[in-house]
């Protein structure tokens, strides 16, 4: 959708734990200056015949997004803030444990977002209630939020756009799992499963999101209201409805705090 030579190539997009994080992306020139100190005495010539896997595992600490000023000639989100972005109809949203990215054992809240003061992380702590009952559950709240939810909610307010949270957690993994880790969407929206013993709830939520990704595919028109006009987005439970999203307060003081290009914001 920010890449000019896509433009024409798809008349809509379905972006599933997009949004790409608040933080600063990489420009070309970056990285190339630290591969020239990490590969001190390379020529161009050597750079370019090691394996690619020898790149980036020297490069291991970039951001995901590189503006190369080709393919991208600025960051996705800032291509939505200044309206560059293809106009086309979207369907964005996450899940909601995409903290399990933070992997196995305690993860510590000021090490999420090296810019967050302790008065900031005392007032999203706050924010979260109960949610932030630990340093781990708030470390992965801050994750999920920072680099998922906030961006994703911030494209959808800057576009055609529909929103929706995916918090359905599969029958048999209800007793080790308390939410939707990161890509648990993808087989409900495939309608493509390893397993056979899915119950009722299960396939009513599979039904749910497989058909209104069809729906969207089809017709550009998911069966919810757009988030800019309705401010509300899809929640895909046990009951799946479009409903108000959680935590707006959070989400507000981590764009405050984050977002290169904060405004005032506007959620109708």
Do not use: C
């Amino acid at each position: 959708m920010t890449a000019p030579a896509a433009r024409g190539l798809f008349a809509r997009a379905i972006v599933e734990s997009g949004g790409g994080g608040w933080g600063p992306a990489a420009d070309i020139e970056d990285v190339q200056k630290t591969l020239a100190v990490r590969f001190t005495g390379k020529t161009l010539a050597d750079l370019r015949s090691l394996p690619a896997a020898d790149l980036v595992k020297q490069n291991a600490d970039a951001t995901d997004v590189v503006v190369d000023h080709d393919l991208l000639p600025r960051t996705p989100l800032q291509a939505f803030a200044d309206g560059y972005a293809d106009p086309v109809p979207v369907v964005i949203g996450t899940n909601n444990a995409e903290g399990s990215l933070l992997g196995n054992g305690s993860a510590d809240p000021a090490k999420v977002w090296g810019r967050l003061t302790p008065a900031d992380l005392s007032a999203l702590r706050a924010a979260y209630g109960d949610a932030a009952k630990d340093d781990d559950s708030f470390a992965r709240l801050l994750f999920r939020d920072g680099y998922f939810t906030g961006p994703a909610r911030f494209i959808a307010r800057h576009g055609d756009a529909w929103l929706y949270r995916f918090s359905y957690v599969l029958t048999p993994l209800q007793k080790r799992r308390a939410g939707a880790w990161h890509g648990s969407e993808i087989p409900f929206v495939f309608e493509r499963w390893p397993i056979d013993d899915l119950d009722a709830a299960d396939h009513r939520v599979e039904t749910a999101i497989h058909n209104d990704w069809l729906a969207f595919a089809r017709t550009g028109n998911p069966g919810w209201q757009p988030f800019k006009t309705s401010g509300r987005e899809m929640r895909f439970d046990a009951a799946p409805s479009p409903r108000e999203p959680g935590d707006q307060g959070a989400l507000d003081l981590l764009e405050k705090h984050l977002s290169p290009f904060a405004r005032p914001l506007d959620r109708r």
